[in-house]
């Protein structure tokens, strides 16, 4: 009687470690996607069910707005200027994979050294009331887009230890209007970047883009192509 009670004891216990690293294992690949090793051993616990290695989006983004405010620089433009954006961003979820949204740049420029360096040639000369002898700059002012999303490809993200995000490598493109100090004319976007969900309610995005418009020198109108890095922060609502 003592052994079968023994013997009831210790299996008793053997179950309930069992069950234990069962819901270990679970939470770990809930949290972290897991890894192969992880998925061999859940599978060998329930042989009967398919582990996956990246669980469900733990943000639900599907018919949700995403507010945000963003700050970058523009680089590979006009050379000489320095570009600088802060600008705001307001975006509809249509599901977790596609978007569209509108986006408003304001734009500080400052003189590059190169810039200063021909203003500064320019007064010596005293030609800088002539447009041939000065550089031929039109810095720009503001941008308005429409834009859409793509988010193909998401996965979830340890951050130091203190917790998991889930982020989403995404597309966008964009259409829309540039004001330079000239006037206006039609400017486009295409690029990429990061979104990390870092709760229910906020976000940040990491953002690199090609933008295309055209402005106005004494010479007549020309393509600016330059690349905008903007980082930003938003609440979902």
Known sequence: MKHF?????????????????????????????????????????????RVRIVQNRAVDRTWR?????????VSGGNPYLNTYALGGALELHINPKFSIGG?????????????????????ASNSVDNPWGKPAVDYPISTSLATASFYPIYGKLNLFDMGVAQFDLYMVGGYGQMKT?????????????V???????FSSRIEVRYQNYQDEIYTGSRDEKAIATTFSIGILL
């Open 5 to 49: 009670k023994l013997i009831s004891f210790i299996t008793g216990l053997i179950c309930i470690a069992q069950l234990a690293l069962a819901q270990d294992l679970s939470k770990r690949i809930d949290e972290l996607g897991g890894n192969q090793d992880l998925a061999k051993k859940a599978k060998a616990l329930d042989p009967d069910n």
């Open 65 to 73: 707005f995403e507010v945000g405010i963003n700050y970058g620089n």
């Open 103 to 123: 986006r408003y740049y304001n734009y500080q420029n400052e003189l590059t050294s190169e810039g200063e360096r021909a203003y500064k040639a320019a007064e």
């Open 181 to 193: 100090s000239s006037g206006t004319s039609p400017a486009w976007i295409a690029g990429g970047g």
């Open 195 to 201: 979104g990390m969900w870092l709760s229910q309610n």
